[in-house]
T-cell receptor, first 111, second 115 residues
Framework: TQLLEQSPQFLSIQEGENLTVYCNSS?????LQWYRQEPGEGPVLLVT?????EVKKLKRLTFQFGDARKDSSLHITAAQPGDTGLYLC???????????FGDGTTLTVKP | DAGITQSPRYKITETGRQVTLMCHQTWSHSYMFWYRQDLGHGLRLIYY???????DKGEVPDGYVVSRSKTENFPLTLESATRSQTSVYFC??????????????FGEGSRLTVL
């Protein structure tokens, strides 16, 4: 059973379009992180959210943590080819010291 | 250079052979992790360690062995490699505490092929 469900699995859009990626679970997380991974490299942290209802912005990226701390979304405004990559959400339950990852969303932004 | 390094980056081996993947970090992070990444499965936790001499199983520990005699090193051993262990393996480290977010710092990965 997958603890974290990410959707969509694949997304291909044109430069300038907006998109949203979702990360859902039936579990409550003490914290949730979003990572971006490029081919041949390890994931790199984009943001950590810890408070229910929290919204964080990172340039054109907006991250939201659900009020119940069971879900999160990543919204990209005016996507650029440089946004292409694998986006992963990772959640930690009850400060257990370990994170569980979703299966990821592969984003392709065409020029 | 500071960071987390994995070796080898690429390894081809045969079924039944023992393989050890090395991981070294220079930050003195207390936590270290081994994940495997396969198409369609994202990152799955194999083993993790909260400190030297403390290790614990993750989601998919079968067929793997770890040790952590020193804080900076966390080797992963496949005692008798199987084709299903063909994957990309990522080592990561993190720090815990009131001022830490639990961010995982990843190595560049070790691509293992078992023939």
């Amino acid at each position: 059973t997958q603890l974290l469900e990410q959707s969509p699995q694949f997304l291909s859009i044109q430069e300038g379009e907006n998109l949203t990626v979702y990360c859902n679970s039936s579990s409550v997380f003490s914290s949730l992180q979003w990572y971006r991974q490029e081919p041949g490299e390890g994931p790199v942290l984009l943001v950590t959210v810890v408070t229910g209802g929290e919204v964080k912005k990172l340039k054109r990226l907006t991250f939201q943590f659900g009020d119940a701390r069971k879900d999160s979304s990543l919204h990209i405004t005016a996507a650029q080819p440089g946004d292409t990559g694998l986006y992963l959400c990772a959640g930690e339950v009850s400060n257990a010291g370990k994170s569980t990852f979703g299966d990821g969303t592969t984003l392709t932004v065409k020029p | 250079d500071a960071g987390i390094t994995q070796s080898p980056r690429y390894k081809i081996t045969e079924t039944g052979r023992q393989v050890t993947l090395m991981c070294h970090q220079t930050w003195s992070h207390s936590y270290m992790f081994w994940y495997r990444q396969d198409l369609g499965h994202g990152l799955r936790l194999i083993y993790y360690s909260a400190a030297a001499d403390i290790t614990d199983k993750g989601e998919v520990p079968d067929g793997y062995v770890v040790s952590r005699s020193k804080t900076e090193n966390f080797p992963l051993t496949l005692e008798s490699a199987t084709r299903s262990q063909t994957s990309v393996y990522f080592c990561a480290s993190s720090e815990r505490g009131p001022v830490h977010t639990g961010e995982l710092f990843f190595g560049e990965g070790s691509r293992l092929t078992v023939l």
